[in-house]
């Protein structure tokens, strides 16, 4: 297993355009998250899954955003419409099931970065 | 609400010598994990310790060590014979275990250590 891996790593788009991103988490994992880091801040919850099922999101998850998880496996988080604030690192991170340590520790991926221009 | 703080935004340290980055949250709920992860201009997260709140003993991993103190609620990473690898970003987190293990991350210190 390689680990958690996201595609693309860098995207630059225009302002009003759509983008989506794609997670592939480590396979025995049945939770996945995303989070949002800007620059010089720490990572922000955005949304995660347990399986198929999308357990909670976030407040900073508008309308304009929507992730998914088909089959409980690879995730895609999509940004509608995108703004200039929505420029950032997009990380995703997977964890199994257990307890302590086995259920809360999330490994990451390489993240992907978005510049709105 | 719960928070997590680190009140130093950088930090310097000399190679070979110890250094220790500050932490302390603030939840109400008694059952919890803390992180820390190092996080290089590279950008990937990488994980470097754990320490769950029932958690008698403080972590320990290699260089890197968890001053848990619960009472206070801090959540210190002390890392021994810095090396100028660890020059990085530093993130403290937790999550609660009910509340489906996403994290709450605190600001960040960078961490730079000189030869």
């Known amino acids: 297993d390689t680990g958690v891996s996201q595609d693309p790593r860098h995207k630059i788009t225009k302002r009003g355009q759509n983008v989506t991103f794609r997670c592939d988490p480590i396979?025995?994992?049945?939770?996945l998250y995303w989070y949002r880091q800007t620059l010089g801040q720490g990572p922000e919850f955005l949304t995660y899954?347990?399986?198929?099922?999308?357990?909670?999101k976030s407040r900073l998850l508008s309308d304009r955003f929507s992730a998914e998880r088909p089959k409980g496996s690879f995730s895609t988080l999509e940004i509608q419409r995108t703004e200039q604030g929505d420029s950032a690192m997009y990380l995703c991170?997977?964890?199994?099931?257990?307890?302590?340590?086995?259920?809360?520790?999330?490994?990451f991926g390489p993240g992907t970065r978005l510049t709105v221009l | 609400a719960q928070k997590i703080t680190q009140t130093q935004p950088g930090m310097f340290v000399q190679e070979k010598e110890a250094v220790t980055l500050d932490c302390t949250y603030d939840?109400?709920?008694?059952?919890?994990?803390l992180f820390w992860y190092k996080q290089p201009s590279s950008g990937e997260m990488i994980f470097l310790i754990y320490?769950?709140?029932?958690?008698?003993q403080n972590a320990t991993e290699g260089r890197y060590s968890l001053n848990f103190q619960k009472a206070r609620k801090s959540a210190n990473l002390v890392i021994s014979a810095s090396q100028l690898g660890d020059s990085a970003m530093y993130f403290c987190?937790?999550?609660?275990?009910?509340?489906?293990?996403?994290?709450?991350f605190g600001q960040g210190t960078e961490l730079s250590v000189k030869p």
């Open positions: 991170a997977s964890s199994g099931a257990g307890l302590g340590r086995g259920l809360n520790e999330q490994f």
């Open positions: 396979s025995e994992h049945n939770r």
């Open positions: 899954f347990q399986n198929e099922a999308q357990l909670e």
């Open positions: 939840t109400s709920d008694p059952s919890y994990g």
């Open positions: 320490q769950g709140s029932y958690d008698q």
């Open positions: 987190a937790f999550s609660i275990y009910n509340q489906g293990g996403k994290l709450i």
